[in-house]
């Protein structure tokens, strides 16, 4: 069994596929999955949780917790700055100036901590704009 290295050659695309799509569950998916799994089929997860939960080793148990904050940074403001400093500035409730000065001094980071919601409105307004922004 110290074969492993030879055996992660062995697997299939389809089982590659269902197994990065289980890794890269939330925990609320993977619950889901289990209670399904159970439900339909009578397949009960291993004591304390289950493999779906467990399985991303990287960060331990927590891993399976999706990233929850983000800082949204203005990474351009294409051919329409006016209507870009536009937005930063309700967004941010900068000055106009002050805005200005962060949509010409890209990157700007124009929310810390944001939530996946508020990244997707803010993103959205930026880009109708016509500027790009990136989720750090």
Request: hydrophobic residues 40%; glycine residues 12%; contains cysteine.
């Amino acid at each position: 069994m110290s074969e492993e290295g030879t055996a992660v050659a062995e697997f299939s695309a389809e089982a590659k596929e269902m197994g990065d799509k289980i890794a890269g569950m939330t925990l609320k998916q993977a619950k889901e999955l289990s209670d399904y799994l159970k439900d339909v089929h009578g397949i009960e997860p291993a004591a304390g949780g289950g493999v779906m939960v467990a399985a991303p080793a990287e960060g331990g148990g927590a891993a399976v917790e999706e990233k929850t904050e983000w800082d949204i940074v203005l990474t351009g403001f294409g051919d329409k700055k006016l209507n870009v400093v536009k937005v930063v500035k309700n967004l941010t409730g900068a000055s106009l100036m002050e805005a200005k000065k962060m949509v010409e001094g890209v990157p700007a980071t124009l929310k810390e901590g944001a939530s996946k919601e508020d990244c997707d409105k803010i993103k959205a307004e930026i880009e109708e704009a016509g500027g790009t922004v990136e989720l750090k």
